[in-house]
């Protein structure tokens, strides 16, 4: 895996997405007309692949002198902009970049102002350095920056740092991210190019209260139903979905709602996989070299605001249950809403250490309960089971909660083997029910 360098003031999001890192971020050469006065500059390129597509994330940094002018500065930010685009068209000439409708570009652009004046050519860490405030207004990709986003070769989407920052903040995951960038560009397609320059808080605004925010999470829903692995829709989910659709007083308290599950999945996330690595004794140059769990990394982040919240609204139903089923221990089955195929299976641990669900009867058969489950679930799209063995620990008032994990690849079935395994397994049931 490629390692990745990421600044104190980047997001969560960013820090999710290094575990889709595709290669080491490369310095990405710029062939300026016109060099910029009194500055300097950089563009490092990063590459993601994420199960709905790939990102391709260009960060350019501009260095100006601290007392630089307006103009010089709108100046300077356009001919680096006209740069990386420049730069990144070559790469699609010479075949260095996949043309395709699942790849997505990003370009955002960081402005500093520094009291480091040397000569201009390669970045400095200046001793003074203060990121600017900017944005790209409205008019801006109209009258100062005008490019044919129906032409592949431009297909860049711009944005500031300041505009980036907030949109990771707001959109948390990574696949929500991809769903942002594909919506802003089929809007910016679909539009005149007066039109193309809706901010970026808008456009957020409008994802977040459009129906393609639940979209996956209903189709998932529908097919769970299909397969008979529920009987009725996710009461959740329709009660957040018609919000939406009504535009109703409580849709922006399902937002925050989702959105504080995320987070907290994705610091479960970070715990359940620091927990793996200390029970298999992976050393910090595993981590950096081989990084044996990142696909199981992949596997517990790729998951949408709505399957976030269902997993951990799952965990915090556990200390409301009755304290027989607390002493007892007991198992929860749940699926994924952002893949089809990506199956839960969570086994709260029996305080009684005496029963059949105590942690040390079930941490030692993760896999092993992974694998029957595989063998159970009538699927055609199963990918993946994920086990977690979850255990609340209280002390002093304070409550934690420990989580053992085990995630089993599953390789995937035709219909007919589908179809062959229930009927075993109906037949396994019948022999069962009359040897009573």
């Known amino acids: 895996m490629a390692q990745l360098t990421i600044p104190t003031d980047w997001t969560r999001l960013t820090t999710e997405l290094q575990c889709y890192l595709t290669t080491s971020a490369r310095t990405l050469t710029l062939q300026v007309p016109n060099r910029i006065e009194h500055s300097q500059y950089e563009a490092l390129q990063y590459r993601y692949r994420l199960p709905l597509g790939s990102i391709e994330i260009v960060v350019a940094t501009l260095y100006l002198p601290i007392d630089s002018t307006l103009d010089a500065i709108n100046a300077a930010r356009l001919t680096l902009v006209k740069a990386v685009l420049t730069s990144i068209r070559c790469q699609k ?39 600017l405030p900017h944005q790209f207004d409205p008019q801006y990709f109209n009258e100062e920056l005008v490019i044919d986003l129906n032409d592949h070769a431009q297909q860049v989407q711009i944005f500031s740092w300041p505009d980036w920052q907030t949109l990771q903040t707001v959109l948390i995951t990574p696949c929500e991210l991809y769903r942002f960038l594909d919506y802003r560009m089929q809007q910016l397609q679909s539009t005149s190019a007066h039109d193309v320059s809706k901010s970026i808080a808008a456009t957020m605004t409008s994802l977040m209260s459009s129906q393609a925010l639940f979209a996956q999470a209903i189709e998932i829903d529908n097919a769970l139903i299909k397969y008979g692995m529920q009987d009725k829709p996710n009461a959740a989910l329709v009660t957040m979905s018609l919000a939406q659709n009504n535009n109703s007083a409580s849709k922006e308290m399902y937002h925050e709602h989702v959105q504080q599950a995320a987070t907290l999945w994705s610091q479960l996330s970070a715990q359940m996989i620091e927990v793996v690595h200390e029970r298999y004794e992976v050393t910090e140059h595993d981590k950096q070299e081989t990084q044996p769990f990142l696909h199981w990394q992949q596997q517990l982040l790729d998951e949408s605001l709505f399957s976030r919240h269902e997993l951990v609204r799952t965990l915090y139903r556990h ?32 305080e009684d250490k005496a029963s059949q ?80």
Not at 340 to 347: D, K
Not at 359 to 378: C, F, G
């Open 93 to 131: 000439t010479a075949g260095q970049l996949p043309i395709n409708d699942t790849h997505q570009r990003v370009c955002v652009v960081d402005i500093r102002l520094t009291d480091d004046t040397n000569s201009a050519g390669t970045p400095i860490a200046a001793t003074t350095s203060v990121r």
């Open 357 to 436: 669900h105590n942690k040390t009867a079930i941490r030692s058969n993760l896999e092993s309960i992974a694998k029957d489950v595989a063998t159970r679930l009538p699927m055609t799209e199963l990918h993946h089971i994920v086990v977690m063995g979850i255990e609340f620990i209280v002390e002093n008032d304070d409550t934690f909660i420990d989580i053992d994990l085990w995630i089993q690849p599953v390789q995937a079935m035709s219909e007919r083997e589908r179809q062959l395994t229930k009927y075993i397994q109906r037949l396994q049931q019948q022999r069962a029910d009359n040897s009573k």
């Open 319 to 350: 200390p409301k249950q009755s304290k027989a089923l607390q002493e007892s221990g007991y198992v929860v089955h749940q699926h994924s809403y952002e893949r089809l195929g990506r199956h839960y299976v969570l086994i709260f641990y029996g």
